[in-house]
């Protein structure tokens, strides 16, 4: 069973900065690409940025310049770090992760239970 487990978020004034983590259990064999959305309230979920394998990189258009995805193979880790925060980033932010478990079957799509973010002053 594959777990993500996200830590990071908070409450943070306008032009301030959080880091976002995302780890992954152990039980999972490889990592395509590492993502993550947001949700604000009344609002769709919205992809913010993902990262492939080889590091390619893709934002939305609103958060670039500001927020930088990463991760670390080594630790099964993601990173989402936002910079110069708005109160439009308010939102619940999840971590998502294409991979496998097995080597069987087709790669999955994996889910973080979310972490809130409140851009406030």
């Known amino acids: 069973q594959v777990q993500l487990v996200e830590s990071g978020g908070g409450l943070v004034q306008p032009g301030g900065s959080l880091r976002l983590s995302c780890a992954a259990s152990?039980?999972?064999?490889?990592?395509?690409?590492m993502g993550w959305y947001r949700q604000a309230p009344g609002k769709q979920r919205e992809l913010v940025a993902v990262i492939t394998s080889d590091g390619s990189t893709t934002y939305t258009d609103s958060v670039k310049g500001r927020f930088t995805i990463s991760r670390d193979n080594a630790r099964n880790t993601g990173y989402l770090q936002m910079n110069s925060l708005k109160p439009e980033d308010t939102a619940v932010y999840y971590c998502?992760?294409?991979?496998?478990?097995?080597?069987?079957?087709?790669?999955?799509?994996?889910w973080g239970q979310g972490t809130q973010v409140t851009v406030s002053s």
């Open positions: 152990r039980s999972i064999l490889a990592i395509y690409t």
């Open positions: 998502n992760v294409l991979g496998r478990a097995s080597l069987l079957g087709d790669p999955q799509n994996y």
